[in-house]
């Protein structure tokens, strides 16, 4: 699809929202807090739209030069060479704490401190403010 689409802009600003979640919810990992059933839903929603969104990445295009590029061997090029690794290592860490018991800490905070990695979405914020500026 197109990255200026209203489809595309709809789901940055579910992106940006859940990042927004994100920055509220990680600090407060770092204490003892009872997770609640929204809590829990919350990361469920979160972590099921960043997996989709490294997947639909590839086929969303991108400017190069001013010019709309929608051909997906590019798009997949692209990607791979600008936030691919950076994604896919985020959703990678947040699988991989779903399958190691992300409510059990007994490795003297590991587990906090990987789920902090989550923050670095935060960088994700500048590629949504790009691509606002490529679509006005």
């Known amino acids: 699809g197109k990255p ?13 929202m859940l990042i927004a ?3 509220a919810i990680i600090p407060m990992q770092f204490f003892d807090y009872d997770s609640s059933f929204f809590t829990v839903m919350m990361m469920w929603i979160s972590q ?15 400017y190069r030069k001013g010019e709309l590029v929608m051909d997906f061997v590019t798009i997949a090029k692209h990607y791979f060479k600008t936030w691919f690794v950076f994604d896919l290592v985020v959703v990678s860490i947040e ?38 500026e490529m679509s006005e």
């Open 4 to 16: 200026g689409s209203r489809w595309r802009m709809g789901w940055n600003v579910l992106g940006l």
């Open 21 to 23: 979640w994100d920055a």
């Open 48 to 62: 099921m739209f960043w997996t989709v969104d490294l997947v639909s990445n590839f086929f969303v295009g991108f």
């Open 95 to 132: 699988w991989f704490l779903y399958f190691v018991g992300q409510g059990e800490d007994t490795s003297g905070g590991f587990i906090r401190l990987a789920r902090s990695f989550r923050i670095f979405r935060m960088a994700r914020m500048m590629k949504l403010m790009r691509l606002k």
